[in-house]
């Protein structure tokens, strides 16, 4: 699994531009975010992204996977959506405080970000009016969110250790001597079994079709 500072610093990167997007693509004039790590058999969420809000109330306020919207959005792995959070009876409301009360938040979109298979984030629109988020928002807030992932795993993919170089893709040189050592240990070795085995290994190496019609243990 790929490590979760990593996934982390990625999103952390490309999510402050891509959130202005968010907002002006689906009309919300608050919206925020976060990256989520592994803690204990759970994910977390720590929100560090803000546009919009009233302060910093919101900044690092931790979500637990299934508890408020962002929670909820987690743990399905849909986004969801309120259109009064206060009231609303399918969540919990273990961040009213700060939702509610300081930033005075009504209708909020939480849209889960996935990076390889794992929710790795989570983006938020809301406005402060009681009014339903409609279906084009939460398209166009979906195409910000898999723009999210996208430039993420290029970053990752940037960054990841090289490949282990392989015998096949070793300098010709070095390849050459290999196959001539195999060549020269198949011809002293007295075990016609081992022998063959040895054999099958440097032909494939040596990129040589065998012999038309011929069996193994032949």
Known sequence: MQDDDAVARALDRVMPRRLHE??????????????????????????????????????????????????????????????DYASTPGITHDYDHVVVEHER???????????????????????????????????NAGIVAATIARDATTLLDQHAPPAVAYPAAADA???????????????????PELRERLRRIHTGLAGVRPTAGRTVGE
């Not at 306020?61 to 299934?66: A, F, M, R």
């Not at 889960?112 to 279906?135: K, T």
């Not at 390849?175 to 198949?186: C, F, N």
């Open 173 to 191: 040189g070095s390849r050459t001597d290999a196959l001539l050592e195999l060549a020269a240990l198949i011809e002293s070795t007295g075990d």
């Open 22 to 83: 968010l907002s002006a693509t689906t009309g919300l004039p608050v919206v925020f975010g976060g990256t989520t790590r592994t803690v204990g058999d759970e994910q977390q969420l720590s929100i560090n992204q803000l546009i919009g809000t009233f302060g910093d109330s919101l900044r690092l306020l931790s979500v637990l996977t299934g508890r408020g919207l962002g929670g909820a959005a987690m743990a399905r792995r849909i986004p969801c959506r309120v259109s």
């Open 105 to 139: 938040l009504a209708s909020i979109l939480a849209y889960p970000i996935v990076v390889r298979g794992a929710v790795r984030g989570v983006m938020y629109g809301a406005m402060r009016e009681h009014r339903p988020i409609g279906d084009v928002a939460v398209r």
